[in-house]
């Protein structure tokens, strides 16, 4: 069965930075294309960045480019959400999904920004 | 980006019956590869998402087959035949052909 924690989520001052991470088991982690997903509190489903299965292909939204990325550790089945100069409208929770087609997720970590 | 736009916004619907969301893309989903990569999201509220539909017309496992996927090019529709009172949420539709990935803005089916 392919299961999906997230971690790392929390309170966070404008400005600061977080690592979320998505512990992966249940399929062949480092053979997927994993992504993260967001969704701020009373919005829909953002889709924010993914990552080929080496790694050497990443995808952001513009909403995050330059500030927010993403990485994985085949050894470790992880996958990582490094996110920097975080502001109010990165508040969300925080999902992580496995493959292109978003196939299974994680329960998601909420991240708010806020002094 | 692509823009995937869903009709409607919410539905009421009673126990039974069927309901229809619409969504449409401002570009086609077919890819080089010949296939069509469009998903069907639902989430309820303290659950994480969960997807029902892929490529379009392919249901997941464990989906009950009340739900069914249609459409091609930038034209694509999610139907329960039957809602039950298990179906309340929020459904999304999400476009995997095009760089970036985007997401309608959900449609809420609530129970009459």
């Known amino acids: 069965e392919v299961q999906l924690v997230e971690s790392g989520g929390g309170l966070v001052q404008p400005g600061g930075s977080l690592r979320l991470s998505c512990a992966a088991s249940?399929?062949?982690?480092?053979?997927?294309?994993m992504n993260w997903v967001r969704q701020a509190p009373g919005k829909g489903l953002e889709w924010v960045s993914s990552?080929?299965?080496?790694?050497?292909?990443?995808y952001y939204a513009d909403s995050v480019k330059g500030r927010f990325t993403i990485s994985r550790d085949n050894f470790k089945n992880t996958l990582y959400l490094q996110m920097n100069s975080l502001r109010g409208e990165d508040t969300a929770v925080y999902y992580c999904?496995?493959?292109?087609?978003?196939?299974?997720w994680g329960q998601g970590t909420l991240v708010t920004v806020s002094s | 980006d692509v823009v995937m736009t869903q009709s409607p916004f919410s539905l009421s619907v009673t126990l039974g019956q069927p309901a229809s969301i619409s969504c449409r893309s401002s570009q086609s989903l077919l890819y080089i590869d010949g296939f069509t990569y469009l998903n069907w999201f639902q989430w309820r509220p303290g659950q994480s998402p969960r997807r029902l539909i892929y490529q379009v017309s392919k249901r997941d496992s464990g989906v009950p087959d009340r739900f069914s996927g249609s459409g091609s090019g930038t034209d694509f529709t999610l139907k329960i035949s039957r809602v039950e009172a298990e179906d309340v949420g929020i459904y999304y539709c999400m476009q995997g052909t095009h760089w970036p990935r985007t997401f309608g803005q959900g449609t809420k089916v609530e129970i009459k």
């Open positions: 249940g399929f062949i982690f480092s053979t997927h294309a």
């Open positions: 990552i080929s299965p080496t790694g050497d292909d990443t």
């Open positions: 999904a496995n493959r292109w087609n978003f196939d299974s």
